[in-house]
């Protein structure tokens, strides 16, 4: 009796978490639907004024120090004038910008600005000088010819990043990064700025459908797993010597120790 | 053996086996040999074992290798591949090569035997190592085995010959440049290089011949050789009898053990199945050799992390080592000193490693038959040689991978060589006193042991108040262990017959003194009643016994 009258006068128990997770679900999709409205409309407009003032604010408050107030360089940064949007989308994309420490080169670090602000920073520092552009959805999607690419990334690619994409050591502390976990995007735009160490592939040098093949060979490297098994870090026979070695001998030693210790 | 027959003429109720032994040694005369060969001995050792991990890989390498010989076609004629890999569907690329693709993708169970022969292979040279290191540290070279350590050796030789020409048999970019490196090794000798390349490749390298060469001398010749030489090896060491450590009962005469039928060869044949097993465990979950990564060779691309398969790997290594500027032209010919050098010290370091049982017979004069193995710290001189070797080829080793050192470890390139250059120079001398020092202090402690006994960790405090801790004495068995080695002395400089001391003799006084001038002499009989005097005088020999039982 008590408790049917207590009843009468409340709310269902639920009733507040119910409350809350509407309010959360317009609250979650009014906001996506702005962001995701201001994202479309930034990418739409990679020249606006507005995209290109939002990055020079970025720029001055981020890389002023060492490419100069208007990006002409300074002695500790070289002028970006004429690098093109490629360029800063692979620097700030990746985190090597802004750089973590002087050294051999810039380390990959992780990414300090939104896509959005990457973007920004890219038109504006495009907008100072004529430059290889971020380059258009079908060259980087993966979609060319896997054996073309395997063998130009062999001719072109393997002598520092190694046949499988595994990276490889250069001088005086330089190195080639794996590319094992590189989105198309920033390969192309690897390929035709040339980062740190890395030679220019122009157009003349490899066309775009050939970059696009070259992508598509490192996409299959990266998505198929070895049909051998586990790769050793694809490292070749450093890391299988030390496999058998150690885990190959090591087992076997073991078992003679275990089959010997049982003599008497 | 005898067949008991009933007086009534009818056969008493026999087993099958006994039937069938009967049969086989009626017509072979076979059981005498089974006898005299089944009640041979084998001490039991874990490090006695390492020869069969050696012997057993080879087996495997044999079974795997028939399969992959049914499939592989050792032809450089030029194909465009159309198997089911599809990085490399339409492109160029030899018989070889493409076979190869094939048994990887398309045939069944290829890739897995594929890649149980690599690995066994890797196990095999591996095991040969380490049973070389094994030998070598227990001075199971000694007399009468001298020989059989020759015919070990060339074994290893061999090995590392069978291992490079199969791996530049699928004529893929790292094998390739494997080669390339060969030939440009070949080419870098005065007078006779070019000529053998030309003579090795069928003209300008790489030609169209090397394949199905190296396939030749991989599955006809050098297959032969081995399985010829490892039945002289096994033969040798019938008749030598095996080698045992110290121990009571265990004499320059005897070898004692299970006999090798039924227990050791059970055993044995059981760790032949275990050595498979952990292969084919191997071979299935871990890749080796990718030639789909590597892709047909082609003379113009090299891959970063470029490497020889491991026992190749101080080679490669001696080369990356030699500094920059040991190439001149003289002449009018170009000298290749950056090859030369390397070729003649690893050249060097073989002939050494090769010959050294006659090398330390002649510095000992020991013309005794040896088959008690030493404990490596009982002949610290030669162990301390042993480390200075093992540092040597480690530092070449190391060196082969001096680019995914300075990856791995965010290094420079240049200070990795450097590093390793100081390791290959200086490091054997480094190795070779600590070694030494260690030796004679580990046998110090023996002494120590032997004449005192053994720290027991109880502390007694004596009526006066003084602490002291008990040591105990060991038992004889143990004892026997740590007191029964050669020690040798240097050599006396004497005149020979006519009265002449020659320069062979200086030389060969001035090693034996090198050699045995720091030792430490075993516990004599002497030494031994009189230290346990000392000691155990005072002690009643009841609580000695109690103490000693407790211990096990």
Redesign the interface.
């Known amino acids: 009796m008590n408790r049917s009258k207590r009843r009468t006068g409340r709310r269902h128990p639920l009733a507040t978490v119910a409350l809350l997770a509407l309010g959360l679900v317009f609250t979650g999709g009014a906001y996506a639907a702005i962001s995701s409205g201001t994202a479309a409309q930034a990418e739409a407009e990679p020249t606006s004024q507005q995209t290109i003032e939002e990055g020079k604010k970025l720029f001055q408050a981020n890389c002023a120090t060492c490419h100069g107030l208007e990006a002409q360089g300074t002695g500790t940064g070289p002028s970006l004038i004429g690098v093109g949007a490629a360029s800063v989308d692979f620097q700030v994309g990746t985190g090597r910008m802004p750089m973590q420490m002087q050294g051999?080169q810039a380390q990959e670090k992780p990414v300090q600005f939104t896509d959005e602000q990457v973007k920004q920073l890219a038109y504006y520092v495009a907008s100072l000088g004529p430059g290889p552009d971020i380059p258009e959805d079908h060259l980087v999607d993966g979609g060319g010819d896997?054996?073309n690419?395997?063998?130009l990334f062999?001719?072109n690619c393997?002598?520092?990043?190694?046949?499988?994409g595994?990276?490889?050591?250069?001088?005086?502390?330089k190195?080639?990064p794996p590319l094992t976990d590189v989105s198309g995007v920033h390969i192309y735009e690897a390929m035709v700025t040339g980062p740190q160490n890395m030679p220019v592939f122009n157009d003349l040098n490899i066309s775009p459908e050939d970059k696009r093949d070259i992508i598509t060979?490192l996409k299959?490297?990266q998505d198929n797993r070895?049909?051998?098994?586990?790769?050793?870090g694809?490292?070749?026979?450093?890391a299988?010597?030390?496999?058998?070695?150690i885990?190959?001998?090591g087992?076997?030693?073991a078992?003679?120790?275990w089959?010997?210790?049982k003599?008497n | 053996m005898s067949t008991a027959t009933s007086p009534n003429g009818t056969q008493p109720k026999q087993s099958f086996t006994s039937a069938a032994s009967v049969y086989v040694n009626e017509r072979t005369s076979l059981a005498g040999f089974v006898k005299e060969l089944g009640r041979k001995a084998f001490p039991d050792h874990w490090s006695f074992l390492l020869g069969e991990v050696a012997l057993f890989s080879f087996v495997v390498v044999l079974i795997t290798g028939t399969f992959l010989t049914f499939f592989f076609q050792a032809s450089m004629a030029e194909v465009h591949y159309d198997g089911s890999y599809v990085p490399l569907k339409g492109v160029e690329m030899s018989v070889a090569m493409a076979s190869t693709l094939d048994i990887s993708f398309d045939v069944r169970g290829g890739l897995f035997v594929r890649q149980m022969h690599h690995w066994a292979a890797l196990l095999f040279i591996a095991g040969i190592g380490l049973h070389m290191l094994r030998i070598f540290f227990t001075g199971a070279f000694r007399k009468p085995r001298e020989l059989n350590w020759v015919v070990g050796f060339v074994m290893f030789i061999l090995a590392m010959g069978e291992g490079f020409t199969g791996y530049s048999l699928p004529d893929d970019l790292l094998s390739g440049n494997g080669l390339r490196i060969i030939d440009g090794m070949i080419k870098g000798m005065p007078l006779i290089g070019t000529w053998t390349s030309f003579l090795l490749f069928g003209g300008e390298f790489p030609g169209t011949a090397i394949v199905g060469r190296l396939y030749t001398l991989h599955i006809l010749l050098l297959p032969a050789l081995l399985v010829a030489l490892v039945a002289i090896h096994l033969l040798y060491v019938v008749v030598h009898k095996h080698t045992q450590y110290a121990a009571p009962g265990k004499t320059q005469l005897n070898a004692v053990g299970p006999p090798i039928l039924p227990t050791y060869a059970a055993k044995a044949g059981g760790f032949f199945f275990i050595v498979f097993g952990v292969l084919a465990l191997i071979a299935s979950f871990f890749t080796i050799n990718p030639i789909w990564n590597y892709g047909p060779y082609d003379p113009s691309p090299v891959s970063a992390g470029t490497q020889p398969d491991w026992y190749i790997g101080f080679a490669d290594g001696a080369l990356r080592l030699i500094p920059p500027g040991w190439e001149f032209v003289w002449l009018d010919r170009t000298w290749s000193f950056n090859i030369l050098v390397p070729l003649i010290v690893l050249g060097g370091f073989i002939v050494m490693v090769l010959i050294y049982p006659f090398i330390e017979a002649w510095v000992t004069g020991d013309k005794r038959e040896h088959h008690i193995a030493d404990r490596p710290r009982n002949n610290p001189t030669r162990t301390a040689i042993g480390a200075a070797g093992v540092t040597f080829y480690a530092g070449l080793w190391a060196a082969a991978s001096s680019d995914i050192l300075a990856t791995h470890f965010s290094l420079t390139m240049e200070g990795v060589i450097h590093a390793l250059q100081a390791t290959v120079i200086v490091g054997p001398f480094i190795a070779y006193f600590i070694a030494k020092r260690v030796c004679i202090a580990l046998q110090k402690k023996d002494r120590e042991i032997v004449l005192h006994g053994f720290e027991s960790g109880r502390i007694v405090k004596l009526p006066g108040g003084e602490f002291i801790e008990v040591h105990q004495p060991l038992d004889e068995y143990d004892r026997w262990k740590l007191v029964s080695y050669d020690s040798y002395q240097p050599l006396m400089l004497r005149p020979n017959a006519r009265g002449k001391i020659t320069v062979g003799q200086r030389v060969r006084a001035a090693v034996s003194r090198w050699f045995f001038e720091d030792r430490i002499a075993p516990v004599t009989r002497a030494e031994l009643e009189a230290a346990h005097a000392l000691h155990h005088a005072p002690a009643p020999a009841g609580e000695l016994e109690a103490a000693q039982s407790s211990q096990h």
């Open positions: 051999p896997a054996a690419g395997a063998e062999r001719i393997a002598m520092c990043h190694n046949v499988a595994a990276g490889g050591a250069l001088t005086e502390g190195y080639a060979y299959y490297v070895s049909p051998g098994g586990f790769e050793l694809s490292l070749g026979p450093v299988e010597g030390l496999f058998i070695w885990f190959g001998l087992a076997i030693v078992i003679t120790v089959i010997t210790a003599s």
